[in-house]
T-cell receptor, first 114, second 115 residues
Framework: KAGVTQTPRYLIKTRGQQVTLSCSPISGHRSVSWYQQTPGQGLQFLFEYFSETQRNKGNFPGRFSGRQFSNSRSEMNVSTLELGDSALYLCASSLGGTKNTEAFFGQGTRLTVV | AQTVTQSQPEMSVQEAETVTLSCTYD???????LFWYKQPPSRQMILVIRQEAYKQQNATENRFSVNFQKAAKSFSLKISDSQLGDTAMYFC????????????FGTGTQLKVEL
């Protein structure tokens, strides 16, 4: 069974640009959550999508957005990039039913903003 | 809001020895889950062990076990017979039951297993 796949693995962008990251969950999983990991702020929750609807949202500015497609694949978009957006972005997939189930993480996308 | 605190930024242990990582949390929720995740240098987060708050029995998973003290809001991880492959960053995390899959993480403990 394939794991959670995040693409691309590495990305370098310039300040002011926008970026889209992709996450393909494990087959059958309907929930995808996104996290930002930085040395200064640690691991912070961005948002969760379940059945194409945003179910939870963290405390990030509106420049951070996401969506989920009917096949459960999810994308997150960051517009008007800032240097502080440089981070490892992790996504996690889970079955996502009424009972919480184990979250499986991808290997992350390392975003560098220059 | 929930908070998770890991007060040990770094720890080291000799191979084959036992080490305990500490975690405390704060919440007003009564139903929740607690987790320990491991993040090796590859950066892939791997679930080590999970505890449901309504279960009094401490979870165990091979060489890994927890000491869950609900009243004290404490959730420590014990690693027995430490192996070199246990070297990693360990994160304690919290999730509300029925609140979707939203994890609140602690700041992590970097564990180094030495020969």
């Amino acid at each position: 069974k394939a794991g959670v796949t995040q693409t691309p693995r590495y990305l370098i962008k310039t300040r002011g640009q926008q970026v889209t990251l992709s996450c393909s969950p494990i087959s059958g999983h309907r929930s995808v959550s996104w996290y930002q990991q930085t040395p200064g702020q640690g691991l912070q929750f961005l948002f969760e999508y379940f059945s194409e609807t945003q179910r939870n949202k963290g405390n990030f500015p509106g420049r951070f957005s996401g969506r989920q497609f009917s096949n459960s694949r999810s994308e997150m978009n960051v517009s008007t990039l800032e240097l502080g957006d440089s981070a490892l972005y992790l996504c996690a997939s889970s079955l996502g039913g009424t009972k919480n189930t184990e979250a499986f993480f991808g290997q992350g996308t390392r975003l560098t903003v220059v | 809001a929930q908070t998770v605190t890991q007060s040990q930024p770094e720890m080291s242990v000799q191979e084959a020895e036992t080490v305990t990582l500490s975690c405390t949390y704060d919440t007003s929720e009564s139903n929740y889950y607690l987790f320990w995740y491991k993040q090796p240098p590859s950066r892939q987060m791997i679930l080590v062990i999970r505890q449901e708050a309504y279960k009094q029995q401490n979870a165990t998973e091979n060489r890994f076990s927890v000491n869950f003290q609900k009243a004290a809001k404490s959730f420590s991880l014990k690693i027995s017979d430490s192996q070199l492959g246990d070297t990693a960053m360990y994160f304690c995390a919290f999730m509300i039951d029925g609140g979707g899959n939203k994890l609140t993480f602690g700041t992590g403990t970097q564990l180094k297993v030495e020969l």
